[in-house]
T-cell receptor, first 111, second 115 residues
């Protein structure tokens, strides 16, 4: 069973702080890694993807990948109340095209 | 907005009935994947369609079936509905598998309630 693990939270951070979301995966053959944001009652929205070890930055978001340790993280700088949502980590194995999702981490940014 | 559309938005069915959900992919995308998301869980992969053929399937029984049409739109059919089928059904579109671009973009989903 290929597993993707996330802390369910809630993770509470004050406005303006850095939110750090973590994800571990079990399949060493995993090739592609994605972060989705899901507001309550809405569908997941793709916010970041990363394929190579290291950091990838896009605006206030930074995705970090460490394949040797099998973890991927998402940093949100200058967190805003509008960032309050569930963040889903998704992993694609090397053998297929399906995305394997974690259960998500609930983030609450307090004013 | 991703350009992926789904219909209907909400649906209420009775146990044992059959349901068809529809999805139109984003312009330029020819691959459609379906996911089931139960409350409080991450999406679970049902299957993927590429060039009108099933291109991978998750751990779902045969009563979950699908189609893809020449215009790349897709249908998900569920027969003999069970109470546990109540969930948000998500369609995701992407470009051709194998071209190195694996990003999947979700539609708004169909909320299915089975009573």
């Amino acid at each position: 069973q290929k597993e993707v693990e996330q802390n369910s939270g809630p993770l509470s951070v004050p406005e303006g702080a850095i939110a750090s979301l973590n994800c571990t995966y079990s399949d060493r053959g995993s090739q592609s890694f994605f972060w989705y944001r899901q507001y309550s009652g809405k569908s997941p929205e793709l916010i970041m993807f990363i394929y190579s070890n290291g950091d990838k930055e896009d605006g206030r978001f930074t995705a970090q990948l460490n394949k040797a340790s099998q973890y991927v993280s998402l940093l949100i700088r200058d967190s805003q109340p509008s960032d309050s949502a569930t963040y889903l980590c998704a992993v694609r194995s090397g053998s297929g095209y399906a995305l394997n999702f974690g259960k998500g981490t609930s983030l609450l940014v307090t004013p | 907005e991703t350009g992926v559309t789904q219909s209907p938005t909400h649906l209420i069915k009775t146990r044992g009935q059959q349901v068809t959900l529809r999805c139109s992919s984003q312009s330029g995308h020819n691959t459609v994947s379906w996911y089931q998301q139960a409350l409080g869980q991450g999406p679970q992969f049902i299957f993927q369609y590429y060039r009108e053929e099933e291109n991978g399937r998750g751990n779902f029984p045969p009563r979950f079936s699908g189609l893809q049409f020449p215009n790349y739109s897709s249908e998900l059919n569920v027969n003999a509905l069970e109470l546990d089928d109540s969930a948000l059904y998500l369609c995701a579109s992407s470009s051709s598998p194998g071209l190195g671009s694996y990003e999947q973009y979700f539609g708004p989903g169909t909320r299915l309630t089975v009573t």
